[in-house]
């Protein structure tokens, strides 16, 4: 009996374990290679990782898209005018804004929409033929034409 007391001590007695570096091995294995891959993505920003990047819009699209914006821009003033009456007095009234896009009411039935995009003035008035104004925006905006 004293024989099976003393295994088991021994079995059971506390031992000091030595530090395994095989953690800190397995940790550089990992964590190098990750370390490597976060620095390239974000010094080379590569497509597959931070998806396709802007490119430049041409000036012809650029033009279409602000037309059109203020043609729908233009027809939320007219919807506010056979709602309220009256056209707004001033564009925060209608809910939206374009930037660099201001708003002038020339007479109690007309007002217009100015902008200036590259130095060359845009300017929709209310009373004017929208396709005049539009020349084309549509087709550019909804690429049927370049």
């Known amino acids: 009996m004293d024989h099976v007391v003393e295994v088991q001590k021994e079995i ?3 031992r000091k374990l030595r530090p395994s570096r095989a953690r800190l091995i397995g940790a550089t294995i990992i964590c190098v290679p ?3 891959l976060c620095v390239y993505s974000w010094i080379a920003r ?4 931070w998806g396709p990047r802007a490119r430049s819009v041409p000036v012809v ?4 898209n602000l ?3 203020m ?3 233009g027809q939320r003033v007219k919807s506010y005018r056979k709602t309220e009456g009256a056209y707004p007095a001033s564009i925060a009234a209608v809910g939206s804004q374009l930037p660099g896009v201001t708003y002038a009411l020339v007479s109690d039935s007309i007002f217009e929409l100015r902008a200036i995009e590259r130095g060359k003035r845009i300017v929709y008035r209310s009373d004017e033929p929208t396709s005049r104004f539009l020349d084309g925006a ?3 905006v909804a690429g049927q034409e370049k």
């Open 12 to 14: 059971t007695a506390p």
């Open 34 to 36: 990750l370390l490597t």
């Open 46 to 49: 590569p497509e597959f990782i």
């Open 61 to 64: 699209r650029r033009d279409a």
């Open 67 to 69: 037309r059109f914006a």
């Open 71 to 73: 043609f729908l821009l």
């Open 138 to 140: 549509a087709k550019i």
